[in-house]
């Protein structure tokens, strides 16, 4: 993630600030510019951004939630910002868990989105594109009835384009419970987002194009019965020997997860990459002697640029955030271990992220949605 400055003082600001902690400024993010912006009001609706002369922007209607911070121009056909017309559906906001679920939930999508962005990925919303658009379902349990079936247990997941999360994912409770009982080393808001999004760009850039052949070589042949597979690896575990080949055990259980698995990792490095880039952090160990651990972070990670440039930088910044979590008592940043087969498999998804550039939808829609 990129940092940001005030416009008007100079304040160091990051991509979730609404307000300048030195000037007061009121602050919103530019998504096309992909800039967060000091404003200065017109009225109470309309602002005017120091980052873009001239023009005038409201907030996203979901500004009333406190779940957005996004601008739209005056004159947008949608009170919604790009992000937020992704979403379907939105938990019952009367009740006020529901709303701190969705708030959480909500903060990593638009990082998420910010990601996809910066990639220039293809994303087009439902509402403007039902055949291929995104569209977000955030479901809340229902409460256990007194009589009658019980109703259906929410499972987060992708169908077609379509991405549910149940909103218990964002409770720290409830999350590590899972994490712990399924034996995840690494089990984030965040992470979900990306792994769903993932399932979806195999849909758009893989099935039915020329690359499914790689995909097969490298991930397997996914017609292989899905529903048989994700049983087999509940019931059984992953294969033995599953590290040489997978990023983590649940990337063993079929070869549409396998993608998944490795896009969302794809998508952790560059974020985290850049996020070093915009600190201008460098590493030079005081101890050891690989050369390799010896780097600058001056390398935008979402440039033109080949993965092993990425992984050159990648690498020594996770041996550095591991050891600064286990001196606070914290798990390592990044419990993974990439194998020469694991970095063949994120090198072909580096080369379809970077052969999608450029067929990014953003038609303005027509229909506003929560």
Known sequence: MKLFECQQCGQLLNFQNTHCERCSRVLGYLPDEGVVTALEPLDSRRWLA?????RVFRFCA????S?????????????????CRLNRTIPDLSNPRHVLMWQRLEAAKHRLVYGLMRLELPLSN????????LA???LAPSAVPTEGPLPPVIMTG???GLITINITEADDVEREFYRANLGEPYRTVLGH???EVGHYYWDRLISGQNWLWKFRELFGDETQDYSQSLTRNYEQGPPEGWGERHISPYASAHPWEDWAETWAHYLHMLDTVETAYAFGLSLSPRAGKDVNLSVMQNLDPYGPIELDALLSRWLPLVYAGNSLNRSMGQPDLYPFILRPAIIQKLRFVHEVA????????????DVDTA
């Not at 970077?354 to 829609?365: E, K, N, P, Q, T």
């Open 136 to 138: 977000f379902d955030f």
């Open 158 to 160: 992708h169908n077609r």
């Open 50 to 54: 120091l980052a873009a002369p001239g």
């Open 193 to 195: 987002f990306r792994h």
């Open 354 to 365: 970077r052969a999608s550039r450029g067929l990014i939808s953003r038609v303005a829609s």
């Open 126 to 133: 439902r509402w403007d594109d039902p055949g291929a658009g």
């Open 67 to 83: 779940v957005c911070n996004w601008l739209v121009p005056e004159d947008a056909a949608s009170a919604y910002c790009a992000a």
């Open 62 to 65: 979901n500004d009333a939630h």
